[in-house]
């Protein structure tokens, strides 16, 4: 917390610009919004005040885990309920199988600097 606000902020801010360039050319080609939503430091995100149908949930940048940057796409159907069911049932995605969620896996390894 000592740093200058651009160094200790500019990651962040360079993650929200990349994502905010990404979703100008996915609203374009789907003609559907895009909803951009960071997770808490669990990996949890709640989506608010969307409507009940067919979503395709996905992370714009790649997940950084080991040696490997994984991305995903998955498609869930949303459908209405009461707020409070809701958050005592809560959405997950996970990488175990589920036949009722369809997903599109991604892992790439990163690069590597050699000495």
Known sequence: MNL???????YYYLKQQT???????????????????????????YFTDIEPGAYTI???LGSETGA?????ACEREVKATHL???MR????????????VKC???????????K
């Open 4 to 10: 200058a606000a651009d160094i200790r902020d500019a």
């Open 19 to 45: 994502i905010n360039s990404s979703i100008k050319p996915a609203e374009a080609s789907s003609g559907k919004s895009v909803l951009s939503i960071m997770t808490d430091r669990k990996g949890t995100a």
């Open 58 to 60: 996905s992370n714009l």
């Open 68 to 72: 490997s940057s994984v991305l995903w």
């Open 84 to 86: 409070a069911i809701a």
């Open 89 to 100: 049932r809560p959405f997950t995605l996970s990488n175990e199988k589920d036949p009722k």
């Open 104 to 114: 599109e896996i991604v892992e790439r390894p990163l690069p590597v600097c050699e």
